[in-house]
């Protein structure tokens, strides 16, 4: 598999690489990954959009839940059960240092968790549920960004609506599209988002990555047209 785009991947593996060499790592009294840590994450994982220079350009010292790749990190690696915490500590189960080896496994099994078992919720500002399924939001993307497709496309084609007009007053849906949907499909490696403008002028473009087309069979694989490249 392609696994360069995959960023969930390469912050585990790190992660994994960091507790192998100085042992696990202290949690806080509310089970959070303490600062030194976050700190060493945040410049090891390079994360687009939350590098060392955003991160601290906001926060003094950093917490984990400034550095939010890191609190779904920390989410799935318990959830996927590669990591524990015990006595204080995040510490690593034997399927952790076994998937170490293995890239596209270990993958497979971060992006299974990070997509269909982990809450996103907590991270939008809406208490409404996103309707939809991952059925439909795969193969509706599988089409609409086979070039580039924006948000607004994206719920003009799931939900109806002008696009200009979602763009202008339904941000609660752009944004609980993009958080439960659109950012962990980046994480895993399956699209990549380019941002263009800033502020209100700002757009964000989606497309498909290599590891899409390497992972996924879809019903509507059979609709795609080969992309015209000048």
Known sequence: ??????????AALLTIGYIEEN?????????ALKRYFVA?????????????EDLYAVNKVLNEYDFPPLVILHEVLLSAKLARHFKGTLRLTDLARQLKSE???LWMLLTTHLLFVVDHSPYTRSDEPLFGNWDIFLNVINIEAQVAVTEERLCSVLYGGEEEDIRRRDFKLTASLYVHVLRPLCWA???NERRTGTGFSRRDFYTKTPLWTAALRLETDR????VTRH
């Open 40 to 52: 060493w994450a945040a410049e090891a994982f390079d994360w687009p959009a939350y590098t060392v």
């Open 1 to 10: 598999l392609p696994l360069s785009h995959a960023l969930i991947l390469k």
């Open 23 to 31: 042992g696990p790592i202290g949690l806080t009294s509310n089970k």
């Open 103 to 105: 890239p596209a496994r």
């Open 189 to 191: 490696g399956l699209l």
């Open 223 to 226: 609709h795609l047209q080969p």
